[in-house]
């Protein structure tokens, strides 16, 4: 049984910093792809960024230059490093595995893809 377990979100200013992770048990995140997604409330959840089968990272318009994902493979964990928070990047950030690397294609983000999703990890930026 794959888990994926988030932590790190929290309440910071605009302009703060937070660095989110996610650790898998049950699954080698080496094995396949691996993809941050949020979810605003009453909006569609949407991906913020990933990591395509060749390693090579995608981000969403929205965070290109302020989010890095990056991953260590001997620690299972993946993280997503978030700076120049603004306001509207209040969201439930959700750790997503993408198995055979689908979620994400020609830029677009397709949730119905990945295989198994993280309980979530509220982050909140207030002006």
């Known amino acids: 049984q794959i888990q994926l377990v988030e932590s790190g979100g929290g309440s910071v200013q605009s302009g703060g910093s937070l660095r989110l992770s996610c650790t898998a048990s049950g699954y080698t995140i080496s094995s396949g792809c691996m993809a941050w997604f949020r979810q605003a409330p009453k909006m569609q959840r949407e991906g913020v960024a990933s990591f395509d089968a060749k390693g090579i990272p995608n981000y969403a318009d929205s965070v290109k230059g302020r989010f890095t994902i990056s991953q260590d493979n001997p620690k299972n964990t993946l993280y997503l490093q978030m700076n120049s928070l603004r306001p509207e990047d209040t969201a439930m950030y959700y750790c997503?595995?993408?198995?055979?690397?689908?979620?994400?294609?020609?830029?677009?983000?397709?949730?119905?893809?990945?295989?198994?999703w993280g309980q979530g990890t509220q982050v909140t930026v207030s002006s």
């Open positions: 997503a595995v993408d198995r055979y690397c689908l979620a994400y294609s020609g830029g677009w983000y397709y949730p119905q893809r990945v295989d198994v």
